[in-house]
Each structure stands twice: as C-alpha cells, then as structure tokens.
C-alpha cells in the first residue's frame, strides 16, 4: 500500500533552517508528482510547493517563495523540503502528499515550530 512517511520537523529560532524529508513507498514514485502542504492550529491545510514527477517543474505557495526548496530524489524514493529563513508564521504540521491513480494519499505529518 501507498505509504509516505515525512521527517525531518523540530523546533527552531526564526531566520533558522530545517530540512524536511518524505520517504514513499507502495507506488511508482518517479511517476507521480509530489506536494508539500502544512496546517497550522486553526487554520486549514495549506498547499506549499509541488514537484513534478521527474523535478523539472516546481511550484511554490507565495508566502514561502525565495525561502524554501522542494526537491525529490527518484532513486531513493523521497522528497524534501528544504526550509530557510524560517518564520514564526511558518508553525505548523508539514506533511507531503503525492495523488496516485486518482487518489490523494499523505503521510502523517511532522511538526515544525519556529519561535520568535
């Protein structure tokens, strides 16, 4: 079965880094686009960037536009989130996600807390 497992999350000060990674599993990874999407408390989840299935084409939410980076790896199956410049406004649950035949599927999230 399709499994996606994220990590990578933690505390950090603002203007710090983190880099978040999402091993897949369960599915043809090199042929599947993925996507990072977050939640904070009380606010509904959010796309953050997408990559296509072989990297040449990414996408960025405008609020994390010059700070962060999605790659992926397609030889180890994984994804990441690199995350620079890190915010307060930034807190919340990182979790990646990739649509496979037509269905969505996420992993279960990791924390990141930027504080001020």
């Known amino acids: 079965q399709v499994q996606l497992v994220e990590s990578g999350g933690g505390l950090v000060q603002a203007g710090g880094s983190l880099r978040l990674s999402c091993a897949a599993s369960g599915f043809t990874f090199s042929t599947n686009a993925m996507s990072w999407y977050r939640q904070a408390p009380g606010k509904e989840r959010e796309l953050v960037a997408g990559i296509s299935s072989g990297g040449g084409n990414r996408n960025y939410a405008a609020f994390v536009k010059g700070r962060f980076i999605i790659s992926r790896d397609n030889v180890k199956n994984a994804a990441y989130l690199q995350m620079n410049s890190l915010k307060s406004e930034d807190t919340a649950v990182y979790s990646c996600?990739?649509?496979?035949?037509?269905?969505?599927?996420w992993g279960q999230g990791t924390q990141v807390t930027v504080s001020s």
């Open positions: 996600s990739a649509l496979v035949i037509g269905v969505r599927y």
